[in-house]
């Protein structure tokens, strides 16, 4: 997703533009990876001295509720990442960087054999693991 079309739906969900929401929002664009709160905070501070950690996880839900980013629990912690709208597809996550790749493979089908009379709404896939830059640092 890009900053532009996450304002749009930001606006047109009735929310209010402000540039702390526009700047945060581009960080995500711009990290493209799963980062924590903190990193936001941290990041954010640079221009917006004193921003509250409330403020912070104020828009991460909104942000979440809208489908502007997406959420994972790594290590215990909630991470963040800008949401991907272009087709359907699953994430490897590097558990050390925080990196993520696109897996263009769907196995739900296969998975729906096992599971007769279900109706899956919706289903997310994520593996993880050390992504090739981390386990050659390492």
């Known amino acids: 997703m890009k900053t532009d079309n996450a304002i749009r739906i930001l606006k047109n969900k009735g929310h209010k533009y402000t540039d702390k929401r526009r700047d945060m929002i581009q960080l995500f664009v711009n990290e493209d990876k799963y980062i924590n709160a903190k990193h936001v905070q941290a990041e954010l501070e640079h221009n917006y001295p004193g921003i509250s950690f409330d403020t912070i ?4 839900h909104l942000f979440k509720e809208l489908g502007i980013i997406e959420s994972t629990e790594l290590d215990g912690e909630m991470k963040f990442r800008i949401a991907c ?3 359907h597809h699953h994430h490897f996550i590097c558990e050390s960087c925080g990196d993520t790749k696109v897996i263009d493979y769907c ?7 096992y599971l007769p009379g279900v109706a899956i709404h919706q289903h997310k896939l994520e593996v993880y693991g050390i992504c090739e830059a981390c386990h050659k640092a390492h």
Do not use: A, C, G
């Open 57 to 60: 996880y104020r828009n991460l």
């Open 107 to 113: 196995p739900i089908d296969n998975i729906k054999s």
């Open 85 to 87: 709208t272009d087709h």
